[in-house]
């Protein structure tokens, strides 16, 4: 079991910035790919960003490239995701979550994930 625990999130004005954390614990974070999910009311959970075990391989939806940055320290079990020039779109609750299954590649599918956090709301406003 992989155990994920989320933090960083809030209220933000739009323009604004915010660095999430999600820290994990239970087995070898480094056998993991992870990725950072997203889901509005109303809407169907989205894949923002996800990362292989080492870093050196990352994915990025269009709605959040060149805004969003995904990276993760595997000495401290930890992965992030750094969100500037935020838009009141960007409101949501934000999951991190880990898979195992593919040897460490990323998968940007919800489907394609072993583990979850419990997620933390961002929300942008005007």
């Known amino acids: 079991q992989v155990q994920l625990v989320e933090s960083g999130g809030g209220l933000v004005q739009a323009g604004g910035s915010l660095r999430l954390s999600c820290a994990a614990s239970g087995r070898t974070f480094s056998d993991y790919a992870m990725g950072w999910f997203r889901q509005a009311p109303g809407k169907e959970r989205e894949s923002v960003a996800a990362?292989?075990?080492?870093?050196?391989?990352?994915y990025y939806a269009y709605s959040a490239k060149g805004r969003f940055t995904i990276s993760r320290d595997n000495a401290k079990n930890t992965v992030y995701l750094q969100m500037n020039s935020l838009k009141p779109e960007d409101t949501a609750i934000y999951y991190c979550?880990?898979?195992?299954?593919?040897?460490?590649?990323?998968?940007?599918?919800?489907?394609?994930?072993?583990?979850w956090g419990q997620g933390t709301q961002v929300t942008v406003s005007l």
């Open positions: 979550a880990a898979t195992g299954r593919y040897g460490g590649i990323w998968s940007n599918k919800v489907d394609g994930m072993d583990y």
């Open positions: 990362i292989n075990w080492s870093g050196s391989s990352t």
